[in-house]
């Protein structure tokens, strides 16, 4: 009788895997364990985008209070002509500090390893592959044109925007316009079976109504694109943009040693779920551009020892290892192909041994 070996190889990829479950839990489902009001005072600035109007999280991210500080407090203080007082100034700060604090430890990883956006588009993406769909990088040549698009959504909907809508340019409902289009809103409350954020409202003015039609066809886009396309919506999410500003400052970080064998393989640009290319060809902190999330995916695949490790501070982590290599490859591709599971026939001898 055929026997099915299943041997369980303990992988880098399958512990981020249980802190994207634990991480997904908590910011989608959290506020069922301390109730909404605690969750909103436990978190209100995490690096990563868990909405605030999935009203059962356990936190929600940066972007929620940082739009509303813009018009708020900044925007309607600048409109009265006042002076940049201790009510401005101390909300911003303790918006941006614990955002640093947050980044000081993890830096990137909250977009690989916490983000739910982000774990969803992966298991939208493992299931297209299961169902046979073509996989669709991203070129290097269109990777330059898209980096730019994540600074200008930062910049024009997470700051300026708001801070129109602060001084009275804008409508009250441009208060915080990247909530209103972000694919988190809609994905996130879906899978708490609210229904709510994805009714656009016809009797709002035009800018809402925009904004919620922006928001129906974003949030289909993703999802539909990431059967095909790994993490469509991360290459151009503001935070990883907000991420990047402090990233060599976090503890937690890619390195690659120059080696003679780099810029030869190219297997740690095609395992990168971003497609950055740099990783092949670069060394030192050339090699992780802006778009790297620290998923530790090209540390997993690189086939030498030692190249690329994914350090806390002085400490290694994890470190890229032929042996490695050679284990991680039997059940996956570097692309993110799932490998069929080996069936191994026994022989009469070992039958008769066992």
Same mark, same amino acid.
């Given at each position: ?145 898209? %980096? ?6 930062? #910049? @024009? *909907?997470?700051? !300026?925007?708001? &801070? =129109? /809508? +602060?001084?009275?340019? $804008? ?29 656009? %409202? ?6 809402? #109504? @925009? *904004?919620?039609? !922006?928001?129906? &066809? =974003? /949030? +289909?886009?993703?999802? $539909? ?130």
């Amino acid at each position: 009788m055929p026997e099915r070996l299943k041997q369980v190889v303990p992988t880098l990829s399958r512990f981020r895997f249980l802190v994207q479950l634990l991480t997904f839990a908590l910011s989608v489902y959290g506020g069922l364990l301390v109730g909404s009001y605690a969750a909103e005072k436990i978190s209100t600035a995490l690096p990563a985008l868990s909405c605030a109007y999935d009203s059962v999280n356990g936190g929600y991210c940066a972007l929620v209070p940082l739009q509303h500080q813009m018009d708020h407090r900044v925007g309607a203080v600048m409109a009265k002509a006042q002076q940049i007082t201790v009510k401005v100034l101390i909300p911003v700060f303790v918006t941006f500090s614990t955002f640093l604090l947050f980044f000081f430890v993890l830096g990137k990883a909250f977009c690989a390893w916490v983000c739910p956006l982000g774990t969803v588009q992966e298991w939208l993406f493992r299931l297209g592959r299961r169902l046979g769909f073509g996989m669709t990088p991203v070129p290097a040549g269109k990777l330059r044109w898209l %980096r730019p698009v994540k600074w200008l959504v930062l #910049l @024009g *909907l997470v700051f !300026v925007v708001p &801070l =129109l /809508a +602060g001084l009275g340019y $804008a409508p009250h409902s441009a208060g915080n316009p990247y909530c209103d289009i972000c694919p988190s809103r809609i994905v996130t409350t879906l899978l708490t079976a609210n229904t709510d954020e994805l009714a656009i %409202r016809t009797g709002a003015d035009g800018f809402s #109504l @925009g *904004l919620g039609i !922006v928001a129906n &066809l =974003l /949030a +289909g886009f993703v999802v $539909a694109a990431a059967l095909a396309v790994r993490q469509p919506f991360c290459r151009i999410c503001p935070m990883l943009a907000l991420n990047a500003v402090a990233r060599h400052a976090a503890l937690l970080r890619l390195s690659k040693v120059e080696h003679a064998k780099c810029d030869k393989c190219g297997i740690c640009t095609r395992a990168c779920p971003m497609d950055i290319p740099e990783i092949h060809h670069e060394h030192g902190r050339r090699a992780f551009n802006e778009d790297c999330t620290l998923c530790g995916r090209c540390a997993e695949f690189c086939p030498d020892d030692g190249v690329i490790r994914l350090k806390f501070g002085p400490l290694a982590l994890f470190s890229s290892a032929r042996e490695y290599y050679k284990r991680r490859v039997r059940g996956e591709t570097p692309e993110g192909e799932v490998k069929p599971v080996r069936i191994v026939r026994k022989s009469r001898q070992e039958k008769h041994v066992g």
